[in-house]
C-alpha cells in the first residue's frame, strides 16, 4: 500500500498601514516656549512569525504629548504633523518598522492665546496631541535582534505648506526592544509516498488488529523556541467508530479491499482526526526531524484482498 501526506505550517495574520500625517497651517512664525520637549514611550518585547504578512501589528502604545507652548506673530489656523526620519520609519531590526499617528487632538488655538508684554506682536499658544506608535511588519524577511532606544518622531508645528516644520517636541523611544522571529519551514518535499507493502490478510487476528508499522519523517527547520503542534485531516473509516482510522480509498470500489483501514502514529499513538498533538518545542533551533508511522488495521470480521491506499494531510503549525 502507498499512503500519501501532505503537510504545511500555517499561517498569523495582522494588519496595519503605513504612516499619515495631520498638517495643515496659516502660521508666519512660530518659537517653541522653553525650547524643544521630549516624550518618552516604551514597548514591551515582541514576537514575529516569519510568514505572517507584512503590515502584521505587532504592538501598540499611545503615549500623551502634554501641553504644549509656543510663541507666535500669527492667529491664523494651527496645524501639526508627525514625522520620523524617513517615510519608512526603520526600527534598526530588520523587518521591523513603525508609524506614527495622532488619537485625538487638543488644539487650543485661539482661544489660549494672549499678548506678550513688550513683545510687538508676539503671543502664547499652547496644544497637544495623543500619539499612537505601532510596530509592525515590514518587509518579508524578518530577523530577531534589539530595537535599540532612539528618536522615533516629532511632533511639529507646520508653518506654512511649503515651511519646514517647527518642532514642539520628540519622542524618544526610552528603552530596548527585544524582537524575537520565530518560523518553521519544510526542509523535505512536502509529499510523501509511505509503502506499506504487500500484507497478507493471515497477518490479523481480528478486528483492532494491526500490521507492523512503517515509519516515515517529517524535517522542519525551525528557530529556536517555536513550539511545533500537527493536526491530521483525512476521511473516516465507516467501518470503525476510532477517529483514528483512516478509510481507504474508493473504499467498496471494485479491485478496493475492504475490512481494514489505515492509522497513523506518532511516539506509537495512533492521531486522531482533526485533534491537536504538540510535537514539541525546538530548543536549539536548526533542523529537527519528526517520525511518524503508518499501519493498517482491521476494521471488519473479514477481509477480502485489494488495493489498500488513503490519503491524509498532516496540518502543522507553530506557534
Same mark, same amino acid.
Given at each position: 500500500m502507498k499512503k500519501l501526506i501532505n503537510y504545511f505550517t500555517s499561517l498569523l495574520y495582522f494588519q496595519?498601514?503605513?504612516?499619515p500625517h495631520v498638517?495643515?497651517?496659516?502660521? +508666519?512664525?512660530?518659537?517653541?516656549?522653553?525650547?524643544?520637549?521630549?516624550?518618552? !514611550?516604551?514597548?514591551?518585547?515582541? +514576537?514575529?512569525? =516569519?510568514?505572517?504578512?507584512?503590515?502584521?501589528?505587532?504592538?501598540?502604545? /499611545?503615549?500623551?504629548?502634554?501641553? =504644549?507652548?509656543?510663541? +507666535?506673530?500669527?492667529?491664523?489656523?494651527?496645524?501639526?504633523?508627525?514625522?520620523?526620519? /524617513?517615510?519608512?520609519?526603520?526600527?534598526?531590526v530588520e523587518g521591523i518598522s513603525y508609524k506614527l499617528s495622532a488619537s485625538s487632538d487638543t488644539f487650543l488655538w485661539p482661544h489660549t492665546f494672549t499678548n506678550v508684554p513688550g513683545g510687538i506682536g508676539w503671543m502664547w499658544g499652547t496644544a497637544g496631541m495623543s500619539v499612537v506608535v505601532e510596530l509592525y511588519k515590514s518587509g518579508e524577511k524578518t530577523v530577531s535582534g534589539t530595537i535599540q532606544p532612539q528618536s522615533i518622531g516629532k511632533y511639529n508645528v507646520q508653518m506654512e505648506e511649503d515651511a519646514t516644520p517647527q518642532t514642539?517636541?520628540? !519622542?524618544?523611544?526610552?528603552?530596548?526592544?527585544?524582537?524575537?522571529?520565530?518560523?518553521?519551514?519544510?526542509?523535505?518535499?512536502?509529499?510523501?509516498?509511505?509503502?506499506?507493502? $504487500?500484507?497478507?490478510?493471515? $497477518?490479523?487476528?481480528?478486528?483492532?488488529?494491526?500490521?507492523?508499522? =512503517?515509519?516515515?519523517?517529517? $524535517?522542519?527547520?525551525?528557530?529556536?523556541?517555536?513550539?511545533?503542534?500537527?493536526?491530521?485531516s483525512g476521511t473516516q473509516s465507516a467501518d470503525s467508530t476510532d477517529s483514528s482510522v483512516l478509510a481507504l480509498t474508493s473504499a467498496g470500489s471494485t479491485g478496493v479491499s475492504s475490512g481494514i483501514g489505515v492509522q497513523v502514529l506518532y511516539n506509537g499513538?495512533?492521531?486522531?482526526? $482533526?485533534?491537536?498533538?504538540?510535537?514539541? +518545542?525546538?530548543?536549539?533551533?536548526?533542523?529537527?526531524?519528526?517520525?511518524?508511522?503508518?499501519?493498517? !488495521?482491521?476494521?471488519?470480521?473479514?477481509?477480502?484482498?485489494?488495493?489498500a491506499n488513503t490519503i491524509a494531510t498532516l496540518n502543522i503549525s507553530y506557534e
Open positions: 496595519m498601514l503605513l504612516f498638517s495643515q497651517a496659516a502660521l +508666519t512664525n512660530v518659537v517653541p516656549a522653553g525650547g524643544v520637549g521630549t516624550v518618552t !514611550i516604551t514597548f514591551p518585547a515582541v +514576537t514575529v512569525m =516569519k510568514d505572517a504578512p507584512v503590515g502584521t501589528v505587532l504592538s501598540t502604545q /499611545t503615549v500623551y504629548t502634554g501641553l =504644549k507652548s509656543f510663541l +507666535t506673530t500669527s492667529s491664523g489656523t494651527l496645524g501639526f504633523l508627525f514625522s520620523c526620519e /524617513t517615510d519608512t520609519c526603520p526600527t534598526g514642539l517636541a520628540e !519622542i524618544v523611544l526610552s528603552g530596548a526592544v527585544q524582537v524575537t522571529a520565530l518560523g518553521c519551514s519544510l526542509s523535505s518535499s512536502d509529499n510523501l509516498n509511505v509503502d506499506l507493502g $504487500n500484507v497478507p490478510s493471515r $497477518n490479523f487476528s481480528g478486528i483492532g488488529s494491526t500490521s507492523g508499522a =512503517k515509519d516515515f519523517n517529517v $524535517n522542519l527547520e525551525c528557530d529556536a523556541g517555536t513550539n511545533v503542534n500537527v493536526n491530521m499513538t495512533p492521531l486522531a482526526l $482533526n485533534s491537536d498533538v504538540v510535537l514539541g +518545542t525546538s530548543v536549539a533551533g536548526g533542523a529537527t526531524t519528526y517520525t511518524f508511522s503508518a499501519r493498517y !488495521i482491521q476494521t471488519l470480521s473479514k477481509i477480502t484482498a485489494g488495493t
